[in-house]
């Protein structure tokens, strides 16, 4: 596996509590990217980075910020979470744009 | 905005079939594309990345191909085997560089 951990794997929380999920890298890949899993709609983009401190929006970024303060973390934050927000949240990373992408084993969120 | 499409959306075969699995895609203006695995409860494996400017790539009894003319790839799978049953999906990344995923075709081999 290429270096990428996940924190937490699962974490349930209360609606309207802020979560922060982390992930980090040790192939000190310049792209790093968070993607949410659900059913019937297969994976979405929410935020990508393409350098420390250099974060674009996805795709359904509403509802959700990112920091890069370090090469190797990418950190994503659901403000205010919501029951919409329960989901399996997978960080990716990438030497650069449109090379290979490799991808973390995953964050299960449940919000109650 | 790019589409992709993956079908069929499942598929079951006895085990030693050689297989299909078709990716399409609304926009040919592409960078790469990308084959991954993904086994129950678990992330994503890059199985096969074809550049726009090949036509196919091979790993073991896996073949990609990449017509970007008909907006097509598909993933051929050789002597399927139950340890191949798995959701296999295709990402593309096009202009922005970024990958767009399909859906998935969820393939049982069963023995």
């Known amino acids: 596996d290429a270096g990428i951990t996940q924190s937490p794997r699962h974490k349930v929380t209360e609606t309207g509590t802020p979560v922060t999920l982390r992930c980090h890298q040790t192939e000190n890949h310049r792209y790093m990217y968070w993607y949410r899993q659900d059913p019937g709609h297969g994976l979405r983009l929410i935020h990508y980075s393409y350098g420390v401190k250099d974060t674009d929006k996805g795709e359904v970024s509403d509802g959700y910020s990112v920091s890069r303060s370090k090469t190797e973390d990418f950190l994503l934050t659901l403000e205010s979470a919501t029951s919409s927000q329960t989901s399996v949240y997978f960080c990716?990373?990438?030497?650069?744009?449109?090379?290979?992408?490799?991808f973390g084993q995953g964050t299960r969120l449940t919000v109650v | 905005k790019q589409e992709v499409t993956q079908i069929p959306a499942a598929l079951s075969v006895p085990e030693g079939e050689n297989l299909v699995l078709n990716c399409s895609f609304t926009?040919?203006?592409?960078?790469?594309l990308q084959w991954f695995r993904q086994d129950p409860g678990k992330g994503l494996t890059s199985l096969l990345l074809?550049?726009?400017?090949?036509r196919e790539q091979t790993s073991g009894r896996l073949n990609a191909s990449l017509d970007k003319s008909s907006g097509r790839s598909t993933l051929y799978i050789a002597a399927s085997q139950p340890g191949d049953s798995a959701t296999y999906l295709c990402?593309?990344?096009?202009?922005?560089?970024?990958?767009?995923f399909g859906r998935g075709t969820s393939l049982i081999v069963h023995p």
């Open positions: 074809i550049q726009s400017s090949q």
């Open positions: 926009d040919s203006a592409i960078y790469n």
């Open positions: 990402a593309l990344s096009g202009g922005s560089y970024i990958p767009t």
């Open positions: 990716a990373i990438s030497p650069d744009s449109g090379t290979e992408a490799f």
